[in-house]
């Protein structure tokens, strides 16, 4: 593995890493408890993301996440960690007017922690892109299927299926990377697409349902750690967190109800 001398993480490492063949590893985060496990644990890159909404907030979808709970999830991100790189996602509604009111979200991210921020849209973002990038401000584009566009998009379902549907997404990803984005996040195409785009650009992309080929793997941590019933098709369980946390509210419960807790060893 690429060693480097500062203690977290930056752009330049991220671009050696991929350089030297070493696959980016990627999860989202939302608290500083979390991120404390994953940083521990090596992961190269938190995003806050706001699929904070559907997870952590209990909301059915990413669109009612407002700037404020990714602030709040950033900064207690940034506490829990020392080493991993952090994205910021800019949540709907906080960009998509233009680059004054992207650079004023940014700032806010950064100033809680951020290292990079990350936003959806395809080619219409690239001015965007390059006003943040311009002010200094790394940008983490995000292309394929889109959660702010759900509806757009017909639901959560593959993207650039057809030539024409991945052609677009070719062009999206090389105009955002031209525009100044420091990485490329791929949700969701055909695993020959997210191989190719990674082909095309020379920025790192992070896959999410984009096979095996891309810089790196990003997925949604309570999704890897099987702390649900359900999780997307692409989503491999690495554990089942969710049972092993239930098995020990149950246990905790139980003792507490037959008065076996607190023991001795526990009162003071
Ligand atoms: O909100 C989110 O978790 C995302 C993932 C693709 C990281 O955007």
């Keep these: 593995m690429t060693e480097f001398s500062p203690a977290r993480i930056r752009v ?40 904070i909404g559907n ?28 080493r991993a790189f952090i994205i910021a996602d800019m949540p709907m509604g906080t960009y998509e007017e233009g680059p004054a009111q992207a650079i004023r979200t940014a700032i806010r991210l950064v100033r809680a922690g951020a290292d990079a921020v990350k936003l959806e849209g395809g080619e219409a973002f690239a001015p965007t892109v390059e006003a943040l990038t311009q002010a200094g401000i790394n940008v983490v584009a995000h292309v394929g299927y889109r959660p702010h566009a759900d509806a757009a998009l017909g639901g959560p379902r593959v993207q650039g299926r057809d030539e024409e549907e991945s052609e677009a997404i070719i062009d999206d990803a090389v ?11 791929v949700e969701m195409v055909p695993g020959k697409l997210g191989a190719k785009i990674t082909e095309i ?14 810089s790196g793997q990003l997925l949604v941590w309570p999704d890897m750690a099987g702390m649900t019933e359900w999780q997307p098709s692409y989503a491999k369980r690495f554990g089942e967190v969710g049972a092993a946390l239930s098995n020990a509210v149950t246990a905790f419960r139980t003792a507490v109800k037959s008065r076996e807790f607190p023991d001795k060893e526990h009162s003071f």
Excluded: W
């Excluded at 063949?21 to 890159?45: F, M, N």
């Excluded at 031209?178 to 996040?185: E, L, N």
């Excluded at 790192?204 to 080929?213: H, M």
């Design 12 to 51: 330049q490492h991220l671009n050696e890493m991929v350089a030297n063949g070493e696959a980016l590893t990627a999860l989202t985060c939302y608290d500083a408890l979390t991120a404390r496990i994953l940083d521990a644990a090596g992961i190269d890159i938190l995003v806050v993301g706001d699929s």
């Design 55 to 82: 997870t952590a907030l209990g909301f059915s979808s990413t669109i009612q996440v407002t700037l404020e709970d990714i602030e709040r999830a950033t900064s207690a991100v940034m506490r829990g960690t020392t």
């Design 175 to 185: 105009s955002l990377e031209k525009a100044g984005a420091i990485a490329v996040v």
């Design 201 to 214: 650009l020379s920025v790192p992309t992070l896959g999410i349902g984009a096979g095996y080929r891309t």
